[in-house]
């Protein structure tokens, strides 16, 4: 972010929102770079950086840039810094401050390395990157291949297949999708898909496994580091050290835990492990794995969790597996928090240990519910393709138990099966490939599943001409993302004699911003101005249904001249001041 705002301030390219940057002269003072000796003074800010034209800058230069008030100071990475040299840094920054009071200054740390509020003192305001969307991810995805590309390197004429074949997979796949959620992460796939040409691990252990090892070793290897805390510990250790804090977390039902609790979960085990025992104790250790593993973070001050639930599953799931812990994973594979670590386990399992696991997942278990009982099978035919040795009798059991749960034959029997989760959309055949009866059924089961990744399935069917598809696919934008559902399925929906449901001022925009609909159904409390207001172009309107009841009069209707048929629903009460030349039919 921080070299994105060097580079567009010193282009003048900055967008409208960023307009009190332009203008002024950015200076990008990487920490990790003055690790050893501190910050360098204002005056040897190009020399220290390595700038080309350093020895061509007029003497004083730097100062009169900043004694104008006109630069931009950009200081990345207070936590790559040693421990020792944090608060000399932030001496610096005051003092600097001080002297130079009309300039901009952003500084950046991983939030666990400095306390709250560390330079409001200063005057510096505390904020947080928000969270990425899906869209945030396809554009960080290709700018980052568009920046890797001006680099000019050896695999050039490959950056665009790299980029494209990444996007789909981001959106395709539903482990990609769950860790692209923040900038390290989406670098490190951009990063590690680049570094296999191509090519990112097929099965969850392996990708979890490439991308703990990147970011455990490689990145601050390859960034040359040095030790910030005299902590200094190798891959496995980490793991291990972090697995115990997973399965803590995974024993307790949390997805955080206090960083008290931490410590003293580190503290029972450290004696264990003589690689990280000893380079210090358990707050020591504890501070290492939190500021220089990327897989921790300290959400609000005292407490700690894992940057990624994913990766939470994946190292409880180790431990789980080391430990023996089988009864436990059974006792709750009906869970759906826990359904990434049963498939974590059956991944890392030895194979009669798979084999057990599978078949305690097929067997009737105390106190589970028919529903669950189905998610239970569902959950050990989605855990065959994780499983590297099996017995084919086991298999064979599994495929057997659940061949006909995804095909189901009635809508009631659609629905239920949708109603297991989202694990149901891997088993669920393609779409593309059934009869328009099927595809009803499956878009009944999809649309039942409460969970955004539904929509990628549902895309598969939204050019179906049935009418049944388009109006089970039309009904549901309720249980996902407004915008992206209309997006990605309600604007390639043939609207021919299909009524478009409104539930709220959002539904209402979003389908003013597709270019409206000719047929509506009113499924939630409006107003009739807000209805006159929002239902535009108002002469394209040519059908309306009630399926709420608005409590008014229908004088408001002659806002819409086209309109012609206006539908009530059953328990509508009989409506009264419909114009002149609207039909009204009870249903």
Known sequence: MLQWLAVATARDELPEALAGLRGRVPFLL??????????????????????????????GWTERVLGAGRA???????????????????????EWTARYPENVWIVTSRPSAVPGNWLA??????????????????????????????????????LGQYERTLLNAVRITRDLGRLATNPLMCGLLCALHRDRRGYLPHGRKELYDAALSMLLERRDRERAMVPTDGVELTRQPKIQLLQKLAHWMLVNGRSEMDQATAVDTLARHLPSIPDAARQGGPEDVFRHLLNRTGLLREPTPGTVDFVHRTFQDYLAARAAVQRHDFGLLLDHAHHDDWEDVIRMAVALARPDECAALLDGLLAPHPGVRAAEARHRKL??????????????????????????????????AARALGWIGPIVLEMLPDPTQVSDHEAYLLAITATSIADDMAIDYLTALRDRAHHDVRAQLAGAWRRHDTARYAR?????????????????????HTLRRLGGRPHLRIAGPFTPDQLVEGIAPAEGLTRLGLAYDLGVSMEWL??????????????????????????????
């Open 379 to 412: 959950l050990a035919a989605a855990c065959l393709e994780h499983a590297t040795e099996l017995d084919p009798a086991v298999r064979a059991r599994v495929q057997r138990f659940t061949r006909d749960m995804v095909r189901p034959s009635t809508p009631a």
């Open 488 to 508: 990605e399925i309600i604007a390639h929906l043939e609207p021919a004699e299909l009524y478009f449901p409104v539930a709220d001022l959002e539904e209402l």
């Open 30 to 59: 990487p920490v990790r770079r003055f690790a050893r000796e501190g910050l360098p003074s204002p005056g040897t800010f190009l020399s220290a950086v390595g700038h080309r034209d350093a020895e061509a800058a007029p003497a």
């Open 121 to 158: 003192g200063e005057g510096f305001s505390e904020l947080s990157l928000a969270p990425m969307g899906r869209e945030d991810v396809a554009a960080f995805i290709q700018r980052w291949h568009r920046a890797a590309a001006q680099r000019c390197p050896a695999d050039l004429d490959r």
């Open 72 to 94: 931009l100071l950009l200081i990345d990475g207070i936590d790559e810094a040693p421990e020792s040299e944090r608060e000399p840094v932030r001496r610096k920054l005051a």
């Open 558 to 587: 002659s806002a819409f001249p086209q309109l012609d048929t206006l539908r009530i629903g059953r328990g509508i009460p009989p409506v009264s001041g419909v114009p002149e030349g609207i039909r009204v039919v009870q249903m």
